[in-house]
């Protein structure tokens, strides 16, 4: 474990160090993600403009829900999304061989060694928003309800990584990204969604099949409203269910991996 | 300024047509992916929407019609934005962009051309995505679909397409001054869904703040287009809308030509 923590000390000192290279670029992406997050938050003050509740939530609880899905979005962009956008190259070019050959997890090593230095001034910036969001309701606020709150949105992060993980790992067979990278990109938009706007099948799709709405719908409802175990022990039998279909196909591919570049 | 080299233009335009068609499935896989999700999420988040506020309408739309502005939505913006070929930045970048000093093609022109092959297409997809609808069923009231109204609508998003390609150039042309300018891109991707009528449609907007975006370029690349195609515009409010797209059409590409020249003093066509 402590090997593990001192070589992601390395990538951190590494990343921070290649971020300030480029400042410029390092000061856009800042600005591109307070963008990203006052579109996000204008979409749903426009709505509340036409309703007064949605999916059984008044503004300020889906304000807390919009604070979840992004600081989860910035956990991810900022630790996992670098390195996921690169795993497929890698399996085609076989730069993968590079990672087989450490002496650590090949999974820790390929998901964790860039670390998006810029992407973590955005994350303080979101866990602010969900600050904001959180003092709106008072009601809700307590010490152990937080805490509650900080499980959820690790397990958040955990199920975000996972189904952006699925969509990549074919390419072990596949090859070819492109079509599943796609797919994560047209689907991922169904958890910036409360989950109890899905019906039928959809209902089934997005909480069963891929745990979309398990990323940050579930954990706003298990924090701002009375506990449901039904919903809790989904959450934590999915999420279970979900990681160990994630490491055996990423086993299976491993088998996979012929290493030739192509 | 070279001259026009139409029978060139014509080569790259059939080239790249038919390299989108190379890969079919792909190309197909994405566009009945991309409808379905979209169709799917405006489903289900107007239907809670409609049914928590008990209307049967919303500024003017019906479930039915809202619906149908999502399902239209990516159709339209296929052709006035697509898939920008815009990729300057990068030839500034690997230096690439010397090449095109030297060929007999004007850089923008070229890149345009490479872009309309896709908006061919995206014109194509429309027109049956429209034509299947009226077969299984109706345009709700408050929107008149008319082969008319298409043809002028795809016309109108391909003058946004010239608008949309002449603001991720100017964008993309900073990259003659930074280190790599991807993000700027992907805000004026956010600003114009959002401000242009992308992610929920400008007549849901308070009253002022739709009086300031007319101002702005952001609706006449997806809005206007979209409202064109379904017939949401009377003749004086379209031809008043060309003319403000037209006006800053304008102004972006003469601010583009600056840009241009003075980039061009910098550019050492060295790559990275």
Not at chain 1, 140 to 148: D, I, K, P, T
Not at chain 1, 221 to 250: K, M, Y
Not at chain 2, 39 to 68: D, H, P
Not at chain 2, 71 to 77: I, Y
């Amino acid at each position: 474990m402590g090997r593990y923590l001192r070589l992601y000390g390395h990538f951190l000192q590494f990343s921070f160090s290649r971020a300030m290279e480029f400042r410029v670029d390092f000061y856009f992406r800042i600005v591109m993600d307070v963008v990203y997050y006052a579109v996000n938050l204008a979409f749903f003050k426009l709505i509340y403009l036409h309703t007064p509740t949605l999916a059984g939530w008044t503004e300020r609880q889906t304000m807390v829900f919009v604070g979840i899905y992004l600081v989860v979005d910035a956990v991810h962009m900022t630790v996992f999304t670098n390195n996921l956008w690169h795993l497929p190259q890698a399996v085609n070019k076989g730069g993968l061989d590079y990672y087989l050959t450490r002496p650590v997890s090949t999974l820790f090593f390929v998901s964790l060694r860039d670390f998006a230095a810029n992407s973590f001034v955005n994350l303080i910036m979101a866990a602010g928003i969900l600050a904001w969001a959180i003092s709106l309701n008072p009601e809700v606020l307590s010490v152990g309800n937080l805490a509650f709150l900080t499980v959820l949105l690790l397990n958040g992060v955990l199920l975000h990584y996972l189904i952006h993980l699925i969509y990549i790992v074919p390419v072990f067979w596949t090859h070819s990204a492109r079509g599943m990278s796609d797919a994560y990109h047209i689907f991922a938009r169904f958890q910036e969604r409360p989950d109890r706007i899905f019906r039928g099948a959809m209902r089934v799709f997005t909480t069963a099949i891929l745990p979309l709405s398990l990323v940050a719908s579930f954990p706003a409802r298990l924090f701002l409203e009375p506990f449901d175990v039904r919903i809790f022990a989904q959450l934590v039998v999915v999420t279970i269910l979900f990681a160990s279909l994630n490491l055996w196909l990423w086993r299976r591919g491993l088998a996979a991996y012929a290493s030739a570049s192509s | 300024m070279r001259g026009l080299n139409l029978g060139l233009y014509r080569e790259v335009y059939s080239l790249e047509f038919r390299r989108l068609m190379t890969y079919r499935s792909e190309f197909w896989f994405r566009f009945v992916g991309t409808l379905l999700a979209t169709l799917a999420m405006a489903y289900f988040l107007w239907s809670a929407v409609y049914e928590a506020r008990g209307a049967t309408e919303i500024e003017g739309y019906s479930l039915k019609g809202m619906v149908l502005y999502y399902l239209l939505l990516p159709l339209v913006t296929g052709i006035s934005r697509g898939q920008e070929a815009v990729t300057v930045s990068w030839e500034i970048y690997d230096g690439s962009l010397t090449r095109f000093l030297v060929y007999p093609v004007s850089y923008f022109p070229y890149q345009y051309v490479v872009a309309l092959a896709g908006k061919t297409l995206a014109a194509l997809q429309l027109v049956i995505v429209v034509t299947l609808f009226t077969w299984i069923s109706d345009f709700p009231p408050e929107m008149a679909v008319t082969p008319a109204s298409v043809a002028l609508g795809i016309l109108t998003a391909l003058v946004a397409s010239l608008l949309s390609f002449a603001m991720v150039s100017v964008v993309e042309m900073t990259a003659f001054w930074a280190d790599n300018v991807w993000s700027l891109n992907v805000m004026l991707m956010f600003s114009v869904n959002l401000l242009g009528g992308g992610m929920l449609p400008l007549a849901l907007f308070p009253e002022t703040l739709q009086q300031i975006l007319a101002l702005t370029p952001f609706p006449y690349v997806v809005s206007f287009p979209l409202l064109t195609l379904t017939g949401g515009l009377d003749a004086g409010q379209w031809a008043r809308g060309m003319l403000a797209m037209t006006a800053w059409l304008g102004v972006i590409l003469g601010l583009g030509a600056l840009v241009w020249r003075r980039g061009m003093l910098r550019y050492t066509g060295v790559g990275i």
